[in-house]
């Protein structure tokens, strides 16, 4: 059975940083593709961004908020993801999941396991 | 971006009831489209990928179909458990972008 469980969560100021991690198990880290969702107190579903696997090259895509302020890094030894969160605005407070992205298995892709999510606050 | 725009926001149902669920893209997706359920306090979970394909254990009650820019999300008889919200989701082109829910309530 595949489970996510993410952690690094918390209350951070305006203008502060955060590392969110994820483990997997139940499935081989390395053969799939990774991503962030967050959700905003009673409110919607916004992809943050995805990282491939190596054998697809290991690159990272962002939505327009993140870029540039949010870093998406996966270790594979670990069986973890990373989202580095830099320059955090209020607009960031939510909850954040982790899911596996069927990318490099399927030609359709989906967001096919969700962890239970960790939230961050931003505010001071 | 493209713009996926669910209808209705919200839909009150009793058990026993047949119920759909649209979803509009802003431009054509071909068959690029999953449904995802969200019940309060949890994560989501995906239902449907490829607009009609049901994943692993989710029960045959729920069918999605479409293509281009429409899509449906069929309940055929509701189920205490499937009250909660339902998003769609785009993947043919970056960024993913999200519905932004349908919220099925108990009449």
């Known amino acids: 059975e595949v489970q996510l469980v993410e952690s690094g969560g918390g209350l951070v100021k305006p203008g502060g940083s955060l590392k969110l991690s994820c483990v997997l198990s139940?499935?081989?880290?390395?053969?799939?593709?990774m991503g962030w969702v967050r959700q905003a107190p009673g409110m919607g579903l916004e992809w943050v961004g995805r990282i491939k696997r190596k054998i697809d090259g290991g690159t990272t895509d962002y939505g327009a908020a993140v870029k540039g302020r949010f870093t998406i890094s996966r270790d594979d030894s670990k069986n973890t993801l990373y989202l580095q969160m830099n320059s955090l605005k209020t607009e960031d407070t939510g909850m954040y999941y982790c899911t596996t992205d069927s990318g490099g298995r399927t030609v359709i892709t989906a967001l096919d396991s969700w962890g239970q999510g960790t939230l961050v606050t931003v505010s001071s | 971006d493209i713009q996926m725009t669910q209808s209705p926001s919200s839909l009150s149902a009793s058990v026993g009831d047949r119920v759909t669920i649209t979803c509009r893209a802003s431009?054509?997706?071909?068959?690029?489209l999953n449904w995802y359920q969200q019940k309060p306090g949890k994560a989501p979970k995906l239902l449907i990928q490829?607009?009609?394909n049901l994943q692993s254990g989710v029960p045959s009650r729920f069918s999605g179909s479409g293509s281009g820019t429409d899509f449906t999300l069929t309940i055929s008889s509701l189920q205490p458990e499937d009250f909660a919200t339902y998003y769609c989701q785009q993947s043919y082109t970056l960024p993913r972008t999200f519905g932004l829910g349908t919220k099925l309530e108990i009449k």
């Open positions: 490829a607009a009609s």
């Open positions: 431009q054509s997706i071909s068959i690029y």
């Open positions: 139940g499935f081989t880290f390395s053969d799939v593709w």
